[in-house]
Every structure is written in structure tokens, then in C-alpha cells.
């Protein structure tokens, strides 16, 4: 009889929370951690990890693909557990019920997809809860643009609630993809969300580097929730929805902290982002003045097609408003100053690393296939496979612009203590810790790399030799089991209806 199911051997252990960092052993029995020490004794498997960082596994706040090719991808990139907190889904129970059906590689979780019951409460749409579904549903667009009156208000309400009562994480609240709501709603939703001790997602009302409908004027009546009803506001890529204010942005969301307000904050380190063709914000005769681009900075993930003017986008628009663009807002790439823009929202203190990882598509339909390596012509972003990587061996080992403990706690710990006030089984995450679950990433520092970029987003990223979820191992020596589902969801209690 041995001792332990699992030993991982003579790792450089490190544990965010309480700064260890020391050469160990980690035993692993029933999908936790057992041990922690030396000699711990014998077990039917072992890991040797000599040379080898052994750390939690990565928090995903902000994970739209939901499906086993990005779970595949993103645990290349450390990720252990994948969230859809910004666009949430609907209903909850049924996506929850839907995913332990079919399986998951990594855990899973989401929040109540408030734009989900705001399409459903304002028009006749039925859509699925995804991105490409809110793309779709822009055909009648009357809840992009329009405020709800008093029974509409009451029937999102009453879906949202629902969806909290279901288990979903908080409520997600992609207001951009809706800039007509009212304060009015987003007040009420807000109320709600703090009456039920929950978390709020948002991708801020306005992107815009001017006044009005200014992203200053969106971090402002963020605040301002935070501040009037209590509700916890988590503020998703504050990269992408600061565009070039995000030093004045990160002024005011510090001010606000410093006041107690629970505002919070995650970004991805790209210049370049994704969402639906459909997104109002294109179409905005003002585009080029509000992002500071021209319209050559959208472009079509599926073609490569990158926009002339604005009647090339409405085109587009009309044609398949679901499909995928990247918009490219900074061009790190080039300019030194975009570079340090995207550092005030990457480095932002206490903040998360987050992916936005988007859905894999082929042709332009969503691809949710077994194929394995994934095919040369399945696109997506070059986050989807490369965010986590690609911050540690960039802003950490090479640029040292912070220690190895912060990095990984931005990816790890702070995204976990996001969620635990409200998730109270995502403090056994994000910890090397006796008890806490074994997600857990055992990585070659040195040889840690993203490799997608724009024109090859299907390369996984480099350095993860061993990767964990719930004990049960999905990468060993840097080959990935096809057939291992040992993902859970990650979920709040749920109140009986
Ligand atoms: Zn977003």
C-alpha cells in the first residue's frame, strides 16, 4: 500500500499566499495535496521535477472558449481552470448541467450572462449564450441600443436573479456590446448583485479616447455602482478599454481603492483585441476619432480581411455580424509608448492576469472538434494559447519588471481572492497548499514561451512539462492525454428556486 497516489519530486515549490519558496516534494491523494516537505514517504506514481518551478495552476478570469480545443490550448499556457465571467451564459443550469456532460479538460465556471437575458427580455431572439450567439443577436439590435422600460427591466431582473439562485459567479456585464442601458438597470443589477454577495464583470459602457461616451466617463459611472450600491465591479481588460487614457484610468480606479470601493481589475498582454464584427462601437460614424485607429486596424480573423471604411464594415456587419475581428488599438510592436500604455494595465498593482481567450473557429464556424494537434486553418488569437506564457517570460523573466512570486500570484492567488468572498470553493485554488486542490503547473522557467501570433495562432505555447487538474495529470512530460476530463465546475451554492 503506498503512501500517496502521486509524489512530485525535488520541484522549486512556490505558493503565492504565504511567499514559500523552497525545493520539495508535493504528494498527491483523492485530488489535493496531502504533503508538503521531504521524505514524504512512497507513492504509485512520481514526477521528477528537478530543475522544474512547481506552482499553482492559472486562474482564467476571462475565458469565452468553453469547449476541449481551448481547454487544450490554455493548458499549454498553465491554465488550470477556465472562466466566462465577462459574457457569462444563460440559463445557468443548464450550461453547468450541459459542460459535466460532455466533459471538460480544465474546471469550468461562469457567471449569469446578463446580456443574454436582456436579448431574451427585448426581443424575440433565441441565440446561444456565446460570443458568436451576441453577435448574431445584434440583428434586432432594440437591446443595444435602447433603454428597457419598467417590464422589460423587471423580466432581466428576474432572469438575472435566477441565474444567481443557479450558481452562476457573479453577473457579467459586457455593457459595451450594450451602451443604450440605462443607469437606471445597471443600478438595479448592481443592487442585486450586492444583495447576493456577488461579483460584477464589466467591460465598461464606452471605448473611447474622447469626451463624450468618453472609457474615462465609463470608469467613472463604474465607480460610481461601486461606490452607490456596494456591489463588487471587476473591471475586465483594462488593457483593451482603456485604449491610450488608461494612465488616467488607473489613477481613478487607485483613488477608488484607496476609498475601500471593491473595484478590480485584470488585463491581457496584447495590444491587439477580439470580439464580433457586430459590436456597435464599428459602426459609430466616429470609430476612427473614439479609438484613435482608422478602420484598417479591424480585421477578420477568418480572412485576414482588414477594413477599408466605415461602409466596408457595415457590409460586413450585415453579412455575418457573429463573425470574429481582431482590432489592433496598441502597436506595441513599434511604438515605445503604446508599450508602456500596455504596461499601466499589465503590471497594474494587485491586478490579474486574464486571457479574453476567444472561441476556435474554421471557415468561420466555431470549432469544438477533437482534432489534435489543432488544424493550421482553426483561428482564434494568439491569447487563446499564449497569455499566461507570454507574460511570465516576457514581463518577468526577461524584463524583470516584477519577481517570479508576483507574476505568478497575478496568475494564480489574485484571481482567486476576486472570486472567494462569493465562491468559497476557490480558496482551495490558486495555493500550494496541504488541502488545496492539485491544480497545479510543474514548468521550465527558462524555457517558458508563448508561440501563437497573428499569423500562426494554433502553435501552444512552450515550457508547461507537467500540468495537473484535480490531481489527475493532462500534460506529462509535455504531451497532452486526449482522453482526460477531470475538470469540475467551479460554482456558488445554489438556493433552492
Ligand atoms: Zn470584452
Redesign the pocket.
Known sequence: MQAYELIIHGGRVMDPETGFDVIADVAITAGRIAAIGTNLGTAAHTIDATGLVVAPGFIDL?AHGQSIPADRMQAFDGVTTALEL??GVFPVARWYDEQAHAGRLLNYGASTGWVFARIAAMTAQQVDPTIEGMGQATRDPRWVNEVANSSEMADILDRVRTGLGQGGLGIGF?N??APGTGVKEMSELCSLAADANAPTFT?VAYMSNVDPRSSVEAYTRLIGYAGSTGAHMHI??FN??SLTDVERAAQLVQTAQRQGLKVTVEAYPYGT?S?VVGANFFSDPDFPIRFGTGYQAIEMVNTGHRFADRADVLAAQAEDPGALVLIHFLDVEVNARHRDLLDVSVLFPGGAIAS?AVPWTRDGVTYNGDAWPLPDDAVSHPRSSGTFTRFLSRWVRERQAVSLMEGLRKCTLIPAQILQDSTPGIRKKGRVQVGCDADLVVFDYEALADRADFKAMNRVADGMRHVLVNGQPIITAGVLDLAARPGRPVRRPVTPA
Open positions: 476571462h465577462e459574457l459586457p459595451a456590446y467591460h475586465c481588460h483593451s478599454t483585441g470580439t479574453d
